[in-house]
């Protein structure tokens, strides 16, 4: 018999705030600089809540770690296509400053957002998980949620762990949920691989096959202490009752790794797998590039030279008045796949490679089932500010859009405030050009968990629900930077920009790197700096 988590239903207020429109000073010539946007520009709703955990939940010491109650990372979130009105949502839950979190939190909507009801899976201590239910974990982390088409079944993948990392007497695994309702409960969940102290598992994904509800893939990295970090992959052929034995498919050899694997699905059922490979060199040196497999026969087998789409040459993001790193996206890749396209995007400096570069949007294109890809081209609006974490999603009919954070706000370098702000860009032509939307902000990053770096997630979530329909991003943020004060607190929203852009929006070319651009030597050490630090977060943080 399943085992089911009882839920709560949680009322939300819609938090709306209109723009207001300034005068202007007659007599003047002088063009008058435009204020801040205020801090919410689209209907924006929380999901997530003040923490229910339990003080001690998680059963063992704090292991130095300092943990941040009630605070809200790292979101994901997918939409039903059997019924586009129901969303279900996850994101970590009270998080460490050492690693993971107390727990993952789930909530579902019956009305495209505008309510949700709270729930959980046993995938740590927190929410239930003990050794009867196979959640016998301490820490929780990288969530990750997926629907199949048809039946409209959930699936939740959690990277549950228990010590520090390749310590002896740790363990890791990757497991995952079902839910046959709709998001409002979750069955006692699989063991698809579990591990000791010799390797960890890490930065899982799962994806619902969008043709045969009977298909779902699992992948996900399997570090060790000598750095390397091969690709696994598990697959249900029976919409979740049994699962494959876990195995690795691609292996990318001594000294190096892969990370943020993630698999799309193209209208012929081919499987691209998406992902970042970390190599390091005999003498220390690091390079990353983003990299593709694919498959024609659901997973059974793989293509085993990947596709190499780009270099990646993120040098990350940090507090300007002191160099205190953000962790942000940096080594990791976002994709979507829809209309004919995949698109994969990523922070990148090589469009900033003067004397201070720093991480700008960009993205690439593969018309031809993933097979040649398009030159990286920068798609945030403002080329002269730190841009960090984008996920981008490409409707049915074609429309992209991409959300990231800035910090074009952050006027005045203090090292206790670094004001940031969420935006999205949209293209109707492929990507040639980009109409920008202020989402919310400005908020100040310094009142998010410090995990190896200030942290709302290694990644964010948005969606569409079909073609012509909004998109709607759902990313985590502090409170207003009027009101935050110095707590560390932060939520996970949903926000409703609108279908159309506002007239005021005015488009913007995708900017082509220069001719003959070359990284410079101070970029070199920085991107290399940051690549370390991206692995060291894996070792110790999750």
């Known amino acids: 018999m399943d085992a089911r988590r009882g839920v709560g239903v949680v009322a939300l207020l819609t938090l709306v705030a209109a723009c207001s429109s300034g005068g202007s000073s007659s007599g ?77 939190m789930l909530a579902t909507s019956f009305n495209g957002g505008g309510s949700w009801t709270l729930t959980t899976a046993p995938f740590s201590r927190c929410t239930g998980g003990n050794l009867g239910n196979l959640g016998d974990y301490a820490r929780a982390t990288d969530p990750w949620v997926t629907v199949s088409p048809n039946n409209g079944w959930a699936y939740a993948l959690s990277l549950s762990f228990t010590g520090t990392t390749l310590a002896p007497g740790s363990s890791s695994a990757m497991l995952v949920a079902r839910s046959q309702d709709f998001g409002t409960t979750w069955q006692l969940p699989h063991v698809l691989v579990q591990s000791g102290a010799q390797v960890f598992n890490d ?19 399997q570090l060790t202490s000598q750095k390397t970090g091969p690709t696994w992959f598990a697959r249900t052929k029976d919409m979740g009752s049994t699962w494959e034995t876990a195995r690795p498919i691609y292996d990318p050899g001594p000294s190096a790794q892969t990370i943020g694997n993630q698999i799309v699905v193209l209208p012929d059922d081919s499987l691209l797998n998406v992902f970042t490979q970390i190599d390091t060199a005999a003498d220390g040196t690091t390079s990353s590039s983003v990299r593709v497999i694919r498959s024609t026969n659901n997973g059974m087998t793989w293509s085993t030279t990947p596709i190499v789409i780009s270099d990646l040459q993120a040098v990350g993001t940090v507090n300007p008045a002191n160099d205190a790193p953000v962790r ?82 952050n006027t005045t370098q203090s090292s206790t405030t670094l004001y940031a702000d969420c935006w999205m860009v949209t293209s109707t032509d492929l990507g040639a050009s980009f109409t920008e939307q202020h989402l919310s902000g400005s908020f100040n990053l310094v009142n998010a968990p410090n995990s190896e770096g200030l942290f709302l997630g290694d990644y964010q979530a948005l969606l569409s629900t079909g073609p012509g329909s909004a998109f709607l991003p759902f990313y985590v943020q502090p409170p207003p930077a009027v009101s935050a004060g110095t707590a560390v607190s932060t939520d ?50 999750k």
Not at 38 to 48: G, K, M, N, W
Not at 76 to 98: G, V, Y
Request: net charge negative.
């Open 492 to 541: 996970a929203f949903i926000s409703f920009p609108p279908v159309v852009p506002a007239a005021a929006a005015l488009p913007f070319a995708a900017r082509a790197a220069a001719s003959g651009a070359e990284i410079t030597p101070e970029a070199h050490r920085r991107v290399m700096a940051r690549t370390r630090l991206v692995q060291s977060q894996r070792l110790l943080g």
């Open 328 to 409: 942000d996206g940096s080594d990791l890749v976002s994709v979507s796949a829809g209309a004919g396209a995949v698109y994969v995007a990523w922070q990148d400096a090589r469009f900033s490679m003067g004397a201070v570069p720093h991480d700008g949007v960009v993205l690439a294109r593969s018309t031809d089932g993933g097979q040649t890809w398009s030159t990286p081209a920068q798609v945030n609006a403002d080329v002269n500010v730190q841009a960090f974490t984008p996920t981008v999603n490409v409707r049915d009919d074609g429309v992209i859009a991409v959300t990231y954070f800035d910090l074009r706000n």
């Open 28 to 104: 003047s010539n002088v063009v008058p600089v435009p204020p801040p946007p205020p801090f919410s520009s689209v209907q924006q709703i929380r999901v997530s809540q003040s923490s229910t955990f339990a003080p001690g939940c998680d059963g063992v010491a704090a292991e130095n770690g300092t943990l941040y109650t009630n605070t809200a990372v790292e979101p994901s979130m997918a939409a039903n296509p059997f019924n586009p009105m129901n969303l279900i949502a996850a994101w970590q839950q009270d998080r460490w400053s050492n690693g993971g979190s107390q727990g993952l």
């Open 203 to 221: 930065k899982g994904s799962i994806t619902a096959d969008p043709t045969n509800d009977s298909y779902v893939y699992a992948v996900w990295d």
